[in-house]
């Protein structure tokens, strides 16, 4: 049996925070992600923490978490904490770290999947805050296994997957563990909404 290494709770907690303090003329704010307003990243987190719960309990849905301003559920701010608090207590399910799982097609070892979860809650969660003025929080233990996944994926010159990051920022050696994280996924750690 695997042990679990990581438990999500905790980002999927600071994910809910931030949405909570998201406020309705702040829908249509722009965010670190190009193209991508407030209300498509919100509907992106709710996509994404259906998917990844799924993909705990070795229930796969076969299409990627879309993002969509005209797709978020009007119900969001009710969804997206409760599927934040399911998809913390699936991975926290011995059974979810066994085996092989996927999200949007894509198939893994599920401790693989659970740390690309873990990626997708803490940068997209960055961007969140940072869209929305608010304070970030992360646990230098969750960055630091992000961090090691996103330098397999696009660290030492390697260009991600189309679709998965931006093209690495350059940073510092010695910057914090979260702006090598925000770096090395296409985002600029100083980042800051454009005046309104």
């Given at each position: ?172 050696d010695d910057a914090p563990v979260l702006d090598r994280l925000l770096a ?13």
């Open positions: 049996m695997t042990t679990t290494t990581l438990d999500l709770g905790p980002q999927a907690a600071e994910v809910a925070r931030l949405a909570a303090g998201v406020r309705d003329d702040q829908l249509d704010a722009p965010t670190p992600c190009v193209d991508t307003p407030v209300a498509a990243l919100l509907d992106h987190l709710v996509g994404l923490s259906l998917a990844f719960r799924l993909a705990a309990e070795k229930r796969p849905e076969p299409a990627p978490p879309a993002a969509s301003a005209d797709a978020l559920v009007p119900d969001w701010r009710e969804r997206l904490p409760r599927q934040l608090d399911e998809l913390a207590a699936a991975w926290r399910a011995p059974e979810a770290w066994e085996g092989m799982t996927e999200v949007g097609g894509v198939t893994m070892p599920a401790p693989q999947i659970a740390v690309v979860g873990l990626d997708e809650l803490l940068v997209h969660g960055w961007d969140l805050a940072a869209a929305t003025g608010q304070e970030f929080r992360v646990a230098d233990a969750d960055a630091d296994a992000c961090l090691g996944f996103a330098d397999q994926v696009n660290g030492g010159g390697r260009v991600s997957p189309p679709g998965l990051f931006g093209p690495a920022v350059p940073v510092p090395l996924t296409g985002r600029d750690p100083g980042w800051t909404p454009p005046a309104r």
